[in-house]
């Protein structure tokens, strides 16, 4: 019986990879939609940062605190905001710089409250109004990588004469180079997850394969706190190569740990020591894993009601939970790392459009269909003024005799890479402003990147 079962998926799997389409020019009406997706996602962004601060909410419209990533991904909106006429360069400048002034000028320290960071790390969340941490939060080193990311996408894009402009530049180096990316090593090969002025550092580390590719490359390339260059082979000497659904890759179950990091750097064509000995790029590899996630929905081994070829995505979401679901047998959660890798697999029939969406640049030619598919089939149910609602699950059967479930809010961090990997799709964008900034071409070429754009001089 096993052989049989293992036959059959086989059999599944070979039909799948040979089924491929090939990427493909976008149609006209493609072309429509991304452009309404992008004006709709970024109004997140333009619209519920808060007045005052202009950080933004970690969801909407439940009231929350602030988070750092998102507030990141905020600032790299701006950029794309500009660039495609939804507002002016000025309004971009005016928004990033009281972005990042409020964060510059806030209190920094190790007290247990009342301040934003220390050693040039924020904590992970912040309230909204007063930049304070929240509550007894961590003080993240990703997330403050994320937000790092976006500030310095920032001071790339803003390379005018006008004192805005330069402000801009200058802040987002004051910024950077205060963080201590050394001291969270914590005299480890590997960065710590992030530290509580309560307990000291997290035990956990930053290893295996997931979006801390950018964290390391952050670390490497600065000039005032850098870390080895040992600790990029520290990190990729914990990958997990295997075979998933047909697709040979580094393993990581949700789709977001492919994602995060190349929101920001073009992977394509350059290769560390790791990657080239496999014989493929990170680039390679995020579509390799995007195609394994649609191909494990399609298979559908739990069978989940609604997953199809065009309906697909498990990453990071919010979920229905179980408080009001009808059938004790059958477990949903809320927010969760949902995934689909040979090693991880976290599947409760709850869909993501930023699983599809962040993967836009790698596999538009099966993420924009998706898109496309779960609007035209689901419509104002899931998609609101600011693009799609974070999550839905058409599996869980209610105490009220309905079925299904629709999330009220978006989330900052799944917003974040619809709207950026759709522009680094259409033009390249954030990649060619990255590709600008000193900081992330030091980092790429000490963790050992070499080839493609990065040799060029």
Excluded at 228 to 235: V, Y
Excluded at 252 to 261: A, E
Excluded at 431 to 448: E, F, Q
């Amino acid at each position: 019986m096993r052989l049989l079962v293992h036959s059959v998926v086989t059999i599944f799997v070979l039909l799948v990879v040979a089924c491929q389409p090939k990427q493909q020019s976008l149609s006209g009406d493609s072309t429509v939609f991304l452009d309404s997706l992008s004006k709709h996602t970024f109004n997140f962004f333009w619209e519920t940062a808060d007045s005052n601060t202009a950080q933004i909410p970690d969801r909407w419209p439940t009231p929350s605190f602030s988070s750092i990533a998102a507030t990141g991904f905020g600032i790299t909106s701006y950029l794309i905001g500009a660039e495609r006429g939804y507002i002016t360069r000025e309004q971009a400048a005016e928004r990033v710089l009281k972005t990042i002034t409020f964060l510059h000028q806030l209190p920094k320290g190790d007290s247990t409250s009342g301040v934003v960071g220390y050693k040039g790390f924020f904590y992970h969340f912040i309230d909204m109004k007063t930049g304070h941490r929240f509550r007894d939060v961590e003080l993240s080193t990703i997330d403050t990588g994320l937000l790092m990311a976006g500030i310095l996408s920032a001071q790339s894009y803003f390379d005018g004469d006008d004192e805005k402009e330069q402000q801009i530049r200058a802040i987002a180096d004051s910024l950077y180079l205060a963080i201590e990316w050394d001291w969270a090593m914590n005299n480890e090969q590997t960065m710590t997850m992030g530290w509580h002025p309560e307990k000291g550092f997290i035990e956990s580390r930053w290893k295996g394969y997931n979006e801390a590719m950018i964290l390391y490359v952050l670390a490497l390339g600065s000039p005032t706190h850098t870390i080895p260059a040992e600790s990029w082979t520290a990190w990729t000497s914990t990958y997990q190569w295997a075979n998933y659904y047909g697709q040979e890759h580094v393993n990581f179950g949700p789709l977001f740990g492919h994602q995060y990091s190349q929101m920001y750097i073009d992977f394509r064509g350059i290769y560390d020591p790791y990657m080239k000995d496999k014989g493929i790029d990170y680039f390679e590899n995020s579509k390799r894993a995007t195609y394994a996630n649609r191909a494990y929905c399609m298979a559908n081994p739990g069978h989940y009601t609604g997953y199809s070829p065009n309906i697909w995505g498990l990453t990071a979401c919010d979920g229905p939970g179980n408080s009001n679901k009808i059938n004790p047998n059958i477990s949903f959660m809320g927010y969760h790392a949902r995934g689909a890798a040979q090693y991880y697999n976290d599947d409760d029939g709850t869909i993501t459009p930023t699983a599809a969406g962040g993967s836009i640049a790698f596999a538009p030619e099966i993420c924009i269909p998706a898109l496309q598919a779960m609007y035209e089939q689901y419509g104002d149910k899931i998609y609101t003024r600011y693009g799609f609602v974070d999550a839905f699950n058409l599996s869980i059967e209610n105490k009220d005799g309905s079925t299904g479930w629709v999330d009220t809010d978006h989330l900052g961090i799944d917003q974040g890479p619809i709207l950026i990997q759709a522009e680094n799709y259409r033009s390249e964008l954030v990649w060619n402003l990255m590709k600008k900034n000193p900081y992330i071409i030091n980092g790429l070429k000490k963790a050992g990147f070499s080839g493609g754009w990065l040799d060029k001089p």
